[in-house]
């Protein structure tokens, strides 16, 4: 039984890294932290959790973190959470950090595209991208999680089988995703505003997305060269669910059938990736509160044009649970122990 | 004043026909057809038009609908549209046909794409693509309009400019769209139950959806060449709304601020087209329940790719009121007539 | 054509305020105020209005409102109305006042209810509470109106003939009643966040919400003495609409015909309310978008309960119609002008 | 290891056995009966089971059920479960069955309400109802388990305490509840059908439920006395929950804090229903997935009048996570095993 601590635990990725600790039998939750309801019980914020977490929200800086504790998750804002991270990590602790702050591996792109300086950029080298499909071996012995953005989730799992195999176009990628609101995080704002926000359809940040770095970056490694995508995200009137709808020009001349095979095998030990039988879509919905990602291939014979459509739960599979994973791989957890949720 | 009839007065288009007649200066809605409900009051099945449409639906044939009316609104399931809207020109009537029935000019891929053969394909001819942005000029004189399919009017007006100055390569068009579930039609059916369509977002008939030759043959004809593209529909859990997004490989090197002033010239007469200043983007609640189309450009420095984003009401601009505003030229009246509504 | 001015123009009910207006034949939309986007085109805070409003927001005081205009609509938040209204009055404006500021005749119900001191008592005895069905003679003199709150309107069409006719002990009056959150305003606040808000229910405010004093003294009033009512406010996961269930001991033993007929009776020269002929029951989306009041009524023979349901959209009769359909008698329009929308 | 069987698998009911009894670490999720889908796997019609229950659904009649089942979960149409139950029954079967054919101990009210003549009246009087808060003593030996209905359940556990303690006045209960749409069903009708259905609100059966007799069954079997209630159900837009607001006259005059220590008591050894601390009110999302039942209790000091809110999942305590907890029951399992869900 490992010991557990969630800093940052009253907003969205935090209380679903609660929920999923709680049904864990294999880790104990003994710290919540929260720098606005510190004092206050978890349930007392979050009804939903009375009867089932009995904790006490705690304001701990990451110097106060016992050493009782064997791996710390930052669940808190970008720039804040690279800090606590270098702390955790100088006290000896295993950090997942669930922002975007260790993803990128230059700090110039950290810069450019979070309009922050890294304040720790000495540890970018030390951190592992924590995909475990693709990097399951470095995130076993790592010290320093740096857990994937949700966009980049459902985008890197249906793009690797293509990249690593070489057969694609790497100048065509056209990405159009479609996320659910939480994906904009738990602070009130305007757009979110429930009669602005429902019953709408909007893209946003187009071509200038802040993940757009980090899906080159881990698309790049893959292929093996640099690479630029194009990507649009969306907003759909729906709390949680990545949809991602990917073009790409084919290399090659492989059927949709011989592309369902190569990805099928891609995946054949990666419990939590379902490749689809064609002509079967993913759905938002058969993904919903668990840690699968969904995927589809269609090739459209008039254009030759190849389209992957992935789908996860974002709170999931794109934050959360993929944290949960990354856990279980680094404590020598069979990988899906805590995570055999149906999709509700 | 002149005298209208709706033909399939009960369904989506019907009722949303007669939302705008019932509001509009210079009509009066004289006839409600219904298959369903013939004999019933309009306002027993649709109790919003308690006060407002006092007509009783009629169980009416087309060779029944009396020589008093002068145009007739046909929004009649697919193949059923064709064989009415015949007897109708023969019996001397104006006709304006929501259906897909008389948008394709080749009737092999009427066959190919409805799976239907046309009843009556000598009529393919004679019918005007009711897209009043294009085609003012013919509409004007027409005896049959074949008015545009929801998708189809909102990509054509999203890529029109482009094509019509032979700025984009046409062998990279790529279109994701998005719709709201009234595109479906008012029939209850698996996946619009309320449970299964809300929280859920998906890709369907990917790479073969029915509107895709409509989509190519009008863009080929503004642009002087055959072309295909690639399109994949998506379903949004909202009611009402369509969002196209379109990934273009641009042929030149136009600035966003050019390519705007080429767009605002290009529909600086057309009421309903509203083209966005930059870095504006269209959301689909600012068009619903009106008859507006917003459009928004957008240039990937980084990749050279060209983003239009266009956003109509699918009911609206998608359908019934673009066939009111067909009505409107085709009787002489301001193109705008009855359509001031402000979304709401 | 009457001048109107619109203080307050940003907030939902301002909003709709310049959607109805802007369709409106005989007034001219002359001045939006706004503290916030002063200088800024309502087109530009609000796009779809763009096309149809082309007014510059103003940062107005209620001193320089210019004296060309003719009516005053006062949409600013609860006690920062009066006073904007007292300075209206003294310059010799006709206001028409959405706030709760000059509902309630007793300032001392205003201080317990809203915990407010009412910054000018003594215009309470002038402002004439702005329920057409019941006041319209008191609505066309005066220079003041009390715009009722959205759920006293709701509740009081719906009870009001029973009252005036003594029909029900008025003991037992037991209000159930669900809004949209659109009647909780348009600033962004954490229960009305959309993951927060979408796919929940709850009851708010049981027992203490501020609209019941309102709904006693009117209802008291209909009445001829004073009366108490249990009232249960809740929230419901939709933008606009107000159903209220309202559970009453008759006084005798009338039959559900009977009550039909005594309502038609007692509504028959008011255009916005539709009495349903039984078994028929309100639905919000019959009445969305429009400035309809629908009631049914139904008596359970099992227990002796009559149980009265209202539906109304809580922004256009319960909030901005009301208030056109107020100006429209104050001005000698018909009552309906410019409200003629079928719900959408 | 028990072994369990579901007929009737397809339905909302059956979906959500299976997913609690695929996390259900006691039993093995044997045979899954499916009328329509026979000889499909549960993975191809409802894919998020795919990679978590490999069985394939089978056309099986209630005489089929091999004799290796130690337990039956009839989720089959009303009228066809009680034949199935007695089958079952007959040849040895315990029967939890989620219809309401057993849960009416009068066939002449089965009838009335149901319009059914009932099959097996002869088994009503063996029929325990599953409440497991106020039955779990009963249920432990039973041969047939009448799930309760959704209604009834968040009612009756709002209400008990008070009934129990003849607190209250028999002749005062009114009731109004509101439901998510999951509640009618997987069939696809035309008020369920999202356009339709989202962005409203509505009472149906107004005083005709067909849940009343059991309120009032099951009330009075508490109260000990015969007792009618007034019931209005409600549609919410939502998939699940349901939140009932409950008014009743006190006979004495405990304060809301004596309430909350009287029904704190009477729920000790509940695990599943968690009483409020006023002034806390339930919301449905705090329950969303889960099986607890939320209460609340509000007195207005104004009326007099006492006011009790209960929430529950719909799927969960009020049908599927019920009849879980009722097998744990008489199996011997402790009663939230398999149970420990969070809200999502």
Not at 110 to 134: Q, S
Not at 165 to 173: G, P, T, W, Y
């Amino acid at each position: 039984m490992i010991k557990a601590a969630v800093l940052g635990a009253t907003g969205y990725t935090g209380i679903e890294l609660m929920r999923l600790l709680s049904g864990h039998p294999g880790v104990e939750l003994s710290l919540a932290g929260s720098e606005s309801y510190g004092g206050k019980k978890v349930s007392e914020i979050h009804p939903q959790f009375s009867g089932r977490v009995d904790l006490t929200l705690e304001k701990v800086s990451a110097e106060e973190v016992p050493r009782s504790i064997d791996v710390v998750f930052c669940a808190l804002p970008h720039g804040k959470s690279a800090e606590a991270g270098a702390i955790l990590l100088k006290n000896g602790f295993r950090v997942i950090d669930l922002s975007a702050d260790y993803r990128l591996k230059q700090p110039r792109l950290y810069n450019d595209w979070y309009d922050l300086d890294h304040p720790c950029p000495e540890l970018l080298g030390k951190a592992v991208y924590g995909l475990p499909e693709l990097n399951s071996r470095a995130i076993m012995g790592a010290e320093l999680i740096a857990n994937p953005g949700c966009y980049p989730t459902g985008i890197i799992l249906g793009l690797a089988p293509l990249l690593k195999h070489q057969m694609i176009d790497l100048k065509s990628i056209i990405i159009d995703a479609k996320s659910g609101v939480s994906g904009a995080g738990r602070a009130p704002r305007q757009p979110f505003h429930f009669p602005e926000c429902t019953e709408n359809f909007k893209a946003y940040r187009v071509a200038t997305h802040q993940h757009t770095p980090e899906i080159e970056q881990e698309l790049g490694s893959i292929a093996g060269e640099s690479l630029q995508v194009t990507f649009t995200p969306h907003l759909v009137p729906m709390v949680r669910g990545i949809l991602c709808t990917m073009y790409l020009k084919p290399a090659g001349t492989e059927s949709e059938d011989e592309l369902y095979g190569l990805y099928s095998e891609f995946y054949e030990n990666s419990p939590f990736v379902r490749v689809l039988e064609p002509p079967a879509q993913p759905e938002t919905r058969f993904v919903r509160g668990s840690n699968y990602c969904d995927l589809a291939l269609k090739t459209d014979p008039r254009t030759g044009c190849l389209i992957v459509v992935s789908a996860i739960d974002n709170l999931v599979k794109g934050a959360s649970g993929q944290a949960v994973q990354n856990m279980n791989i680094m404590f020598g957890y069979p990988e899906d122990t805590g995570l055999g949720q149906v999709a509700i």
